[in-house]
């Protein structure tokens, strides 16, 4: 099933609804969109979750407007497919940037809704080294990334992958043609603004606001988001479990994915 949603600016949202119970809402990385997450969406049904996957606004089979990409209007995003579905009780899954966002909604709403959240790979608290903040990428690596996008997206999306995966040597052709097609279902302008975003934003100041039970989850390996962002999410995050996955590079939901399948689950059904 496909919901459309309008948000408070009247943008559409596009959310995918698979299967039925305990409700799981996924937010997904830059610069792809929900379907990264097919390898979870076939799993957890089975398990007698409901999974949700949400099209951040500029991505996917969302509206793509010229505004409105930053944390504060895609949290914003969220709470309106969350009041328009009446969902309650849910356990929030975000990833990379999808991460950030979920930080960034708790804080912003008050976790409304939430009553769970699992942070795979999150690009936060901050995504890019500052002079009080040691951790993540230099931000010249984000201006890198923008400048690509305005000169060659498709190439820049390809070479985004290589350090996005672990062993992308031991990826299909198929799957890079497929995950290569994720990134290009976004617009340009949307890629361009949310690099913006995740280069400058900070975070730090939100995670306190965190009182629900917590998963981290990061690969050891990670290029992206560096693991030294996690462990300063966990110090920041009281009621959070940290979780390393040896060896794993950024694209651990789908080169790990029976671990984080089995780890989403055990969290999902833990007291």
């Excluded at 280069?199 to 992206?224: T, Y």
Aim: glycine share 8%; hydrophobic share 40%; net charge negative.
């Amino acid at each position: 099933m496909t919901h459309k949603i309008k948000s408070n600016d009247g943008v559409t949202i596009n959310v995918e609804d698979v299967g039925s119970g305990k409700p799981v809402v996924f937010l997904h990385g830059w610069p792809v969109n929900h379907k990264m997450f097919e390898y979870q969406f076939t799993e957890l049904p089975k398990h007698g979750y409901r999974c949700l996957g949400i099209d951040l606004r500029g991505f996917g089979d969302s509206d793509k407007p010229w505004d409105g990409y930053n944390y504060d209007t895609m949290a914003d995003d969220l709470m309106a497919v969350l009041d328009t579905l009446n969902l309650q009780n849910v356990i929030l899954v975000g990833f990379s940037m999808g991460g950030a966002i979920a930080i960034h909604y708790m804080a912003r709403h008050q976790g409304h809704g939430i009553s769970k959240l699992a942070l795979l790979g999150a690009a936060a608290p901050c995504f890019t080294k500052r002079e009080d903040f040691p951790f993540g990428i230099p931000k010249s690596a984000v201006d890198d990334l923008i400048q690509q996008t305005y000169a060659d997206r498709p190439s820049m999306l390809k070479n985004f992958s290589e350090i996005f995966f672990a062993n992308p040597q031991k990826l299909s052709p198929e799957f890079k043609i497929w995950n290569l097609n994720l990134g290009l279902a976004a617009s340009a302008h949307a890629t361009i603004q949310c690099a913006v975003e995740l280069r400058d934003r900070d975070l730090r100041g939100d995670l306190a606001n965190i009182r629900i039970p917590a998963l981290i989850l990061h690969g050891s390996d990670d290029k992206v988001c560096l693991f030294d962002l996690a462990k300063d999410m966990h110090d920041g995050i009281k009621s959070s479990e940290l979780v390393s996955i040896d060896k794993a590079g950024h694209g651990f939901y789908y080169e790990e994915k029976d671990r984080v399948n089995a780890e989403l689950i055990r969290f999902i059904a833990s007291n």
